[in-house]
């Protein structure tokens, strides 16, 4: 098969999860071992629908049970499938071959390097994913600015950033030298000044409509802006009379169908139909982003185990259980109104198995 065609108007990738294979014996330390088959199979659905993968992400649970080796792995397999079907494929990049802490800003900057070479000889688009590690080693923006230029000087095209809030890792708080988002900002916007030609575009996901907008406007016009907000997607992405905001987003993993019909909407001109096809959304996908919004990923895969796409509800590091069962529950309702299941019997009969594993009977509020 090959890949659908790419929706016009806007540059839309899905951070994708990674199925695990259940019969390893392994732990939550690691390391990962995954069902490649069904992974990758994953991949594919997503390119099917005309979406770009955004591999290796922190949906993949990077830094979360996924560890560099099985990563890298991840990343290499993806971009072959990639390459064969012409899938748009963007990799993260990052430094979690270092230990938590105690690294130093030439060691952030090795491990950088390496994961920067392995993605571009894969022929990946770069994602500069936010670094736990030079989080700990910096001492202010100057250590931000002489890295990223570092990395943007010797990438072989242009990369995306990536900027990640704490609500999804609390490690990065204080990211680009300060906790004050405003002169953060700053900063981002001036590495990407120096380095236009090195830049495709900023992912941003800080959960906060206003400030994405306004450092959207900040950007020269060549560099996009992708959304990464899990609560205001459906306005950014439609956009106003100042432009718009692209999407690299771990909701559209389960609402791929929906997103990408969505989104083609938008290339007639049709905003108000985009708006009424993907604000329904909202509600289940700032379920599955509720603090700790970190443990989303728990509800994307069981999702994804409802709609079909694997055979098991387990994870990489056991983050099946990061979530309650009424979270679940919940989760499984609110995705059934939206019509995501292709099969809504095998979705409420797995949903049946997962309850009676804790006792409940039947599904509250099945519509089967």
């Known amino acids: 098969m090959t890949a659908a065609v790419r929706p016009r108007s806007r540059t839309v990738l899905a951070a994708a999860h990674v199925v695990p294979d259940p019969h390893a014996d392994t732990t939550p330390d690691g390391p990962a071992v995954l069902d490649w088959d069904a992974t990758l199979a994953f991949r594919h659905h997503l390119w099917s629908h005309g979406l770009g993968v955004a591999e290796a992400m922190d949906t993949a649970q990077r830094g979360m049970g996924l560890d560099w080796p099985a990563a890298a792995e991840l990343i290499r397999r993806s971009a072959a499938e990639a390459h064969a079907v012409g899938g748009l494929l963007a990799c993260g990049v990052g430094t979690d071959q270092l230990p938590p802490h105690g690294a130093s800003p030439a060691q952030v900057r090795a491990a950088y390097e390496e994961q920067l070479e392995l993605v571009e000889n894969a022929g990946g688009r770069p994602v500069l994913m936010a670094s736990r590690q030079l989080a700990a080693a910096a001492t202010g923006p100057d250590d931000y600015l002489d890295l990223y230029g570092h990395l ?11 900027w990640l809030g704490p609500m999804f890792d609390p490690a990065l708080k ?23 030609d090195k830049v495709d575009g900023v992912k941003v996901s800080l959960l906060d409509a206003g400030r994405e907008i306004r450092l959207r406007r900040r950007l020269p016009e060549a560099v996009r802006c992708y959304t990464g907000d899990d609560f205001h997607y459906p306005e950014l992405i439609a956009g106003d009379d100042h432009g718009h905001s692209d999407a690299l987003l771990g909701v559209f993993d ?18 108000e139909g985009f708006r009424a096809a993907l604000d329904p959304t909202v509600a289940l996908s700032r379920h599955l982003f509720t603090a700790p919004t970190r443990y989303y990923k728990t509800g994307v895969v069981l999702l994804a185990w409802l709609a079909g796409h694997q055979s098991h509800f387990t994870m990489v590091g056991g983050l099946q259980s990061a979530r309650s069962l009424p979270h679940l529950r919940r989760a499984y309702q609110l995705a059934d109104g ?9 979705a409420a009969a797995r949903m049946g198995r997962l309850l009676a594993v804790y006792g409940v009977e039947r599904p509250e509020g099945a519509t089967t």
């Open 254 to 271: 389960p609402l791929a169908p929906l997103a990408a019909a969505a989104v083609r909407l938008l290339d007639e001109g049709d905003r």
């Open 152 to 162: 943007l000087r010797q990438a072989a095209g242009p990369v995306v950033l990536h």
């Open 174 to 196: 204080g990211y680009w030298g300060s906790t004050d988002l405003d002169t953060a900002t700053d900063t981002l916007v001036r590495i990407i000044a120096d380095h236009p």
């Open 338 to 346: 939206l019509g995501l299941f292709p099969d809504r019997e095998l």
